[in-house]
């Protein structure tokens, strides 16, 4: 199985050797065992209690009630046609996949297909990977994937650990990917002419331009997008049916959120599980020397050290490239969005988006507030929050954090502060929040 998130990953992926999942199944980390607290298995529990029955729809199967029951907004629907799910031949420009998602979890539906993708990020242990039966009707059943789903989320464009995976390929006509023409693992530091190749994309975004909404052709220098045909697409309608769907669009603003908030958990799952490994490890020798227990050699402090870096500059979006134009998506996602969240005394939130020259108006990432985020490894955490308010108070001079200006920094301390629970002490309200930017 493929994560509903790829928009591209080869189609020869049986062929390729599994990774090694010592590292993360068994001791420390355990990441097979079935006691997980991510949405789906909340769900799961609720429903074997008899507490939530979904309902089956002849035309989308059980794919309305389970967004409805997860809170996920079909303003955020995005459409994939590249024949990269494990239900590729189901899968074309005229009949897309949909993904759907909210904080912790993502849907993934392909009209008519016998069932649903699905991942649900545990706090601990990262995304966990299910499949939905569509032909069910007596009863949703949902099933715990991860032995399919890993043998590519386990892989080298997710650093070896299971992890989110979205990608930009050359789309053929049928939706193939043309893989000889090369493909980008994208992030929220991907430049945008490099995004959404297999994607259709709707929203303007002026001179810039992308991969989406277009196939490849070939030339005499090999195959190309036409990236023309794909730019300030506001209307599918010339190219699919989209009367099948929740929703009519693949919103431009949808698909930016998504680049953030996939990469943010992957480096928040990746950083919890090497911490704890390192811990354990650390844990051993310390036993094996006679050292006293919670000693932490430099090695082991450095790989805290590297992880913690990974995590801010992320949360701070380091590497995101300016947008060079406004955009401006069409399904209203931007607008339900920025509503969302707490807000300080100024009305400001860590969810309002910018769209002018970066996706952001406080660059700082709303899953600071998000138990992914509050299950970090205690010592990794307090390194979090430590470097945090050090880069945002002028005290980090390791790495770049130019994009950053002193209004942008004072700005997100008050807003954390105001508006995060759990933060540490030092980071306040009054005095002190304020005091080293003046």
Known sequence: MVLLLAAALTLVAVAVAPQDRARYEGAPIHYERPTVADPIARLRARMAAGEVVLEHDDERGYLDALLAELGISTRSQMLVFSKTSFQAPLISPSRPRAVYFADDVYVGWVPGAPVMEVTSVDPEQGPIFYTVDQSARDGAEIRRADADCLSCHDA????????????????????????????????????????????????????????????????????????????????????????????????????????????????????????????????????????????????????????????????????????????????????????????????????????????????????????????????????????????????????????????????IVEIVAATVPGRPAYWTQDGDSRDPLR
Do not use: K
């Open 156 to 411: 080298a464009r997710t650093r070896g650990w299971p992890g989110h995976l979205l990608r930009s390929v050359h789309p053929d006509a049928s939706g193939m990917p043309i893989l000889r023409s090369g493909s980008f693992t994208v992030t929220y530091e991907s430049p945008l002419e490099q995004r959404w190749g297999g994607w259709y994309v709707t929203g303007t975004h002026g001179a810039a331009r992308h991969m989406g909404n277009a196939v490849a052709r070939e030339t005499d220098r090999g195959e190309f997008v036409d990236v023309e045909d794909g730019a300030n697409v506001v209307d599918l309608t010339e190219r699919l049916d989209t009367s099948r769907y929740p929703s009519p669009h693949s919103d431009i603003v949808a698909l930016l959120v998504l680049e953030h908030q996939t990469e943010m958990q992957n480096r928040f799952a990746r950083a919890s599980y090497q911490v704890r490994l390192a811990a354990h490890y650390q844990s051993g020798l310390n036993e094996a020397l006679g050292e006293p227990e919670g000693t932490i050699s430099e090695s082991t402090a450095r790989s805290y050290a590297r992880q913690a870096d990974s995590i801010v500059d992320a949360m701070l979006f380091r590497g995101e490239p300016a947008l060079t134009d406004p955009i401006v998506g069409t399904s209203g996602f931007a607008a339900e969005f920025s509503a969302r969240g707490l807000r300080d005394a100024q009305g400001r939130s860590l969810f309002q988006l910018d769209l002018e020259t970066r996706l952001f108006r406080y660059p700082c990432s709303y899953l600071i507030d998000s138990d992914a985020f509050r299950a970090l490894p205690a010592p990794l955490l307090e390194r979090v929050w430590r470097e945090l308010w050090d880069v945002l108070n002028g005290h980090a001079r390791e790495r770049d954090f130019g994009h950053l200006s002193e209004a942008d920094r004072r700005a």
